[in-house]
């Protein structure tokens, strides 16, 4: 078992900045890529920044230069930085970890229970 608790998230104006944070714990398991996603209010989830296994980081258009997205592998965490931000930008946050490499060559595909971000105007 594999779980994802994120933290971090909270109300603040816009400009202003948030630091998001996913740790992952479990016994005798390995992660592929992690990443963050977001539901804005009434819409679909969507891809926020991603970090492959190798640490190469990913961004959507509309985090590009603004968000930065931190892997520590050796202690399965995951942060995400987030600056400048602006009312378009409220949304559930969600931590992923996928694939995640269990015991007896199982896989499966992991997720935070969300943390929510609030900028207003």
């Known amino acids: 078992q594999v779980q994802l608790v994120e933290s971090g998230g909270g109300l603040v104006q816009a400009g202003g900045s948030l630091t998001l944070s996913c740790v992952a714990s479990?016994?005798?398991?390995?992660?592929?890529?992690m990443g963050w996603y977001r539901r804005p209010p009434e819409k679909a989830r969507e891809l926020v920044a991603v970090v492959n296994s190798g640490g190469t980081p990913y961004y959507s258009e509309s985090v590009k230069g603004r968000f930065t997205i931190i892997r520590e592998a050796a202690n399965n965490t995951l942060t995400l930085q987030m600056n400048n931000l602006n009312p378009q930008d409220t949304a559930v946050y969600y931590c992923?970890?996928?694939?995640?490499?269990?015991?007896?060559?199982?896989?499966?595909?992991?997720w935070g229970q969300g943390t929510l971000v609030t900028v207003s105007s």
């Open positions: 479990g016994s005798s398991f390995s992660i592929g890529a």
């Open positions: 992923n970890a996928s694939p995640v490499k269990l015991p007896r060559d199982r896989y499966v595909d992991v």
